[in-house]
């Protein structure tokens, strides 16, 4: 692959004969078209294959949130996506192939650095409504500003569906969700900081799993 100048014409964008034309980050490039293999794919291969499906099922419906958590200037080499893909991978996908399992406790929506606190004392509530409700304590302190947003999102493993919010502020101690799902299904709860000028975020916290009464 080589990066080239704008010609006449302009950049070369898409398939033009042996070679294609892209961009990525501002840079422009060229990159040859790639051999069909004619090697019968091998179990090794196909497992890795199967991790990196896993693991666009699961994040992909949330890329922007990733892209947030994972968005630290030292990640600059990759997207916050392919960032939290790396993790996922490395952490969160258990048994042996083809059978693998998710571990939610373990995933990560975002890369804190230290910074920016975690919460503290977070509970979760579930009603028979369907309303979740996430409790923590505020204590000022020197990076944890009471107007931080609080981002919570929220699998339903039944339905496949994520549900996003980031209405709280750490300051208010509280966040209601109506989830809006039915009786049966279970939910797996993240949250994590985002600071008031959107550039530092803390550590995930998984706060839980429950099923919804």
């Not at 369907?130 to 039944?158: C, E, I, Q, S």
Request: charged share 20%.
């Amino acid at each position: 692959m080589g990066n080239y100048s704008k010609g006449a014409n302009g950049t070369i964008s898409g398939k033009f004969g042996s070679v294609v034309g892209s961009s990525w980050r501002g840079i422009d490039y060229l990159r040859g078209l790639p051999k069909k293999s004619k090697k019968p794919i091998s179990d090794l291969q196909l497992a890795v294959r199967a991790k990196f499906a896993l693991s666009a099922a699961q994040l992909s419906p949330i890329k922007d949130v990733l892209y947030i958590g994972f968005g630290d200037k030292k990640l600059s080499t990759i997207t916050g996506y392919n960032a939290a893909v790396r993790v996922f991978i490395s952490t969160c996908i258990l048994g042996e192939y083809p059978d693998y399992t998710v571990a939610y406790p373990k995933m990560q929506l975002s890369k804190g650095g230290g910074v920016t606190p975690q919460l503290k004392h977070v509970s979760l509530e579930v009603d028979g409504g369907g309303m979740l409700t996430l409790n923590w304590t505020y204590v000022p302190k020197r990076n944890a500003f009471a107007d931080d947003t609080v981002m919570a999102v929220v699998y339903n493993t039944t339905s496949k569906l994520y549900e996003v919010n980031d209405s709280a502020t750490r300051a208010e101690d509280t966040l209601t969700i109506d989830m809006d799902a039915d009786a049966g299904n279970v939910l797996h709860i993240w949250i994590f900081c985002i600071t008031r000028d959107g550039l530092k975020v803390s550590a995930t916290q998984y706060v839980g799993s429950v099923t919804l009464p």
